[in-house]
């Protein structure tokens, strides 16, 4: 059973477009959200993250939309750019659980030029 | 970049063998974790560990085992490789409770 959902596996954005992925939880006690990317024969590396106590953070063109009651969280590309097609995969974890961090099962972006 | 080293990074093995599969750090971080990456099912949590000789099973621990005597290797082990072990693997570095955990490259593992 995965703990945490996401959606679309895939993407298809024009450049200059704006690229949205979500996910989805069901444990409350999740208190840490990072968005991670891949680039292919590459291993994921940390792209943003946020905790619960805000419902927004930006980082560049990046940003985390983050819906505490509906238990959901979206990443938002601003002005996608070849560049940015890859892999992106949500997480979540729990304070205190050893630092264990659950994925969603990742979807592939394609930005096309 | 963060100190992973993964080795091999590529192997293919024959089923019924078995495989071990190595990550050493050089960050001395205290929690260590290996991920299987397959199509369809993103990152899936084998096997962690937070400490020298503490170790703890994931969501798809079955077929697997780990050790970690040292704080910078943990080692995964194949006892009997089978095909649906065919994947890349992924060893994964933290230095603590919600803190950004470190990739390495991965390790692509076919069993035939």
């Known amino acids: 059973q995965q703990q945490v959902k996401q959606s679309p596996q895939s993407l298809i954005v024009q450049k200059g477009g704006i690229s949205i992925i979500n996910c989805a939880y069901e444990?409350?006690?999740?208190?840490?959200f990072p968005w991670y990317q891949q680039f292919p024969g590459k291993g994921p590396a940390l792209l943003i993250a946020?905790?619960?106590?805000?419902s927004e953070k930006k980082e560049g063109r990046f940003t985390i939309s983050f819906n505490k009651s509906a238990k959901q969280f979206s990443l938002h590309i601003m002005d996608s750019q070849p560049g940015d097609s890859a892999t992106y995969f949500c997480?979540?974890?729990?304070?205190?659980?050893?630092?264990?961090?659950?994925f969603g099962s990742g979807t592939k972006l394609n930005v096309k030029p | 970049d963060a100190g992973i080293t993964q080795s091999p990074r590529h192997k293919v093995t024959e089923t019924g063998t078995p495989v071990t599969l190595r990550c050493h750090q050089t960050?001395?971080?205290?929690?260590m974790y290996w991920y299987r990456q397959d199509p369809g099912h993103g990152l899936r949590l084998i096997h962690y560990?937070?400490?020298?000789?503490?170790?703890d099973k994931g969501e798809v621990s079955d077929g697997y085992s780990v050790s970690r005597s040292k704080t910078e290797d943990f080692l995964l082990t194949l006892e009997s490789a089978t095909s649906s072990q065919t994947s890349v693997y992924f060893c994964?570095?933290?230095?603590?409770?919600?803190?950004?955990?470190?990739f390495g490259q991965g390790t692509r593992l076919t069993v035939v």
């Open positions: 994964a570095i933290s230095g603590g409770p919600n803190t950004e955990a470190f």
């Open positions: 444990n409350t006690a999740f208190d840490y």
């Open positions: 946020i905790r619960p106590d805000v």
């Open positions: 997480a979540a974890s729990i304070t205190g659980t050893r630092n264990k961090f659950y």
């Open positions: 960050e001395n971080h205290r929690y």
């Open positions: 560990s937070y400490g020298v000789k503490d170790t």
